[in-house]
């Protein structure tokens, strides 16, 4: 793991061993590094009206908002269990809002990266600001 990705890896681990997962148990974590190079992490939040959880990805995006970031230049997201933890329909369009097609998406599990998406991967053909006239 270079440097970079194991910051985002850390960040992301630390997060995720504070999710709050009562329901599925499943612990997420997710860190982003942004365009000033500031990391910012999140972690899933379940709840109980099902509907209401966020997702670990929501709330890095949060988090670097909130501390003036706005663009998302990597990122990663840690899940146990055997399977890449990649994220969410709503989440691939939650990043895909900050981040530039080529931005890197690192799906990791507990000893470390198991794959790299880029954002137009996970999320081909999709809609954005350029189609409002914005970004
Ligand atoms: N979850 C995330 O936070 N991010 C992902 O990338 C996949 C799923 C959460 C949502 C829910 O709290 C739990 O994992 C099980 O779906």
Redesign the pocket.
Known sequence: MSKSVEALFDAARAAQARAY?PY?R?L?GAALRDETGAIFAGC?V?NAAYPQ?A???TGAIGAMIAGGGRRIAEML?I?DGEGL????GG?RQRIREFAAPQTPVHIAGPNGVRATFTVEALLPSSFGPENLGAG
């Open positions: 997962a599925s499943f997420v899933n379940e959880g997702c670990a990805e997201v899940g933890c990649t994220p969410c989440c």
